[in-house]
């Protein structure tokens, strides 16, 4: 694990996601009666893939334990614990071709009007509020939001340093809402949460009720807890948000090298799946252009 956290710059969680993947595959090789990774074949690795698919495993989680066993053999193979990488033709299944759950505009607006709760002056009400219009203004991944420490924004020229997967840095707009949300909760909400803790938490901009840097579970929740109470059709996660951000920049008239520079994304091809457009605005564009389409 060390090889990937230091040399290759993984996030604590992935870091962990590749040790539980690589646990299990190893207890599955045991179990098969492979006790060495000298003796582990190709089709034993396509066998625990398709066990994982068996098992009911989501297309991204089998992807992802692959990835590990991909990781690990490599690993085993430059160190010469190996003489051959068995791993290297099995191939991952492909990801199911489906869009993104998005907000509408309209939906967004309903979100952030609810929750302000009626302009309350509560200090996790103005966190969450401050919270939800972070997420939608930036595209942040809930990860990198509750990760975000004051030095990180500058409110004067509207920007936020995020720092995404692998440690990688990236600047991004941050628009006036959600700066005025972020203001709001400094001087009224956060010095309230603040005062909770012992040692008072001096970087962080996001605290949880006990004065803390929130955690990705806590913001996780408070964002589904305000979809509830907004009634929206999407049941919504913190990726919504950021799916939203997305679609609506490119619907906007953003190029989509633009939005993967916003988004953090290592490749454009990641990007485009937000280029789909909505059904009614193909069948506006269809009747409008078309010769005979009337």
Same mark, same amino acid.
């Given at each position: 694990?060390?090889?990937?956290?230091?040399?290759?710059?993984?996030?604590?969680?992935?870091?962990?996601?590749?040790?539980?993947?690589?646990?299990?595959?190893?207890?599955?090789?045991?179990?098969?009666?492979?006790?060495? %990774?000298?003796? $582990?074949?190709?089709? +034993?690795?396509? *066998?625990?893939?398709?066990?994982? @698919?068996?098992? !009911?495993? &989501?297309?991204?989680?089998?992807?992802?334990?692959?990835?590990?066993?991909?990781?690990?053999?490599?690993?085993?193979?430059?160190?010469?614990?190996?003489?051959?990488?068995?791993?290297?033709?099995?191939?991952?299944?492909?990801?199911?071709?489906? %869009?993104?759950? $998005?907000?509408?505009? +309209?939906?967004? *607006?309903?979100?952030?009007?609810? @929750?302000?709760? !009626?302009? &309350?002056?509560?200090?996790?009400?103005?966190?969450?509020?401050?919270?939800?219009?972070?997420?939608?203004?930036?595209?942040?991944?809930?990860?990198?939001?509750?990760?975000?420490?004051?030095?990180?924004?500058?409110?004067?020229?509207?920007?936020?340093?995020?720092?995404?997967?692998?440690?990688?840095?990236?600047?991004?707009?941050?628009?006036?809402?959600?700066?005025?949300?972020?203001?709001?909760?400094?001087?009224?909400?956060?010095?309230?949460?603040?005062?909770?803790?012992?040692?008072?938490?001096?970087?962080?901009?996001?605290?949880?009720?006990?004065?803390?840097?929130?955690?990705?579970?806590?913001?996780?929740?408070?964002?589904?807890?305000?979809?509830?109470?907004?009634?929206?059709?999407?049941?919504?996660?913190?990726?919504?948000?950021?799916?939203?951000?997305?679609?609506?920049?490119?619907?906007?008239?953003?190029?989509?090298?633009?939005?993967?520079?916003?988004?953090?994304?290592?490749?454009?091809?990641?990007?485009?799946?937000?280029?789909?457009?909505?059904?009614?605005?193909?069948?506006?564009?269809?009747?409008?252009?078309?010769?005979?389409?009337?």
């Amino acid at each position: 694990m060390g090889h990937i956290a230091v040399e290759r710059g993984l996030a604590d969680a992935t870091v962990e996601a590749y040790r539980s993947d690589l646990e299990r595959y190893l207890t599955w090789l045991e179990q098969h009666g492979i006790r060495s %990774l000298n003796q $582990v074949r190709p089709q +034993d690795v396509q *066998a625990y893939a398709e066990s994982l @698919a068996e098992q !009911g495993q &989501s297309v991204a989680s089998r992807r992802r334990h692959l990835a590990s066993i991909h990781e690990f053999h490599r690993f085993a193979l430059s160190r010469g614990a190996v003489s051959d990488d068995v791993s290297a033709n099995i191939r991952a299944p492909k990801n199911a071709s489906h %869009l993104p759950d $998005v907000l509408t505009i +309209d939906e967004v *607006a309903t979100l952030l009007d609810v @929750a302000a709760m !009626g302009g &309350s002056d509560d200090p996790v009400v103005l966190r969450d509020k401050a919270l939800l219009e972070f997420l939608y203004a930036t595209g942040a991944r809930i990860s990198e939001a509750v990760g975000v420490d004051f030095a990180d924004i500058d409110v004067n020229d509207h920007l936020v340093k995020l720092t995404g997967k692998g440690s990688k840095q990236r600047l991004v707009p941050i628009g006036s809402y959600a700066c005025e949300a972020l203001e709001r909760y400094q001087t009224v909400g956060r010095p309230v949460l603040a005062s909770k803790a012992k040692q008072p938490e001096l970087r962080a901009v996001f605290l949880n009720r006990r004065g803390k840097r929130l955690s990705r579970q806590s913001a996780w929740e408070a964002v589904r807890i305000a979809g509830e109470r907004a009634h929206l059709a999407t049941p919504l996660h913190p990726h919504t948000l950021r799916h939203s951000f997305a679609t609506h920049l490119i619907q906007g008239g953003a190029d989509v090298r633009t939005v993967q520079e916003l988004l953090g994304h290592a490749s454009v091809t990641t990007t485009q799946i937000y280029t789909h457009i909505a059904p009614e605005t193909l069948i506006e564009t269809y009747l409008t252009a078309h010769p005979r389409a009337r």
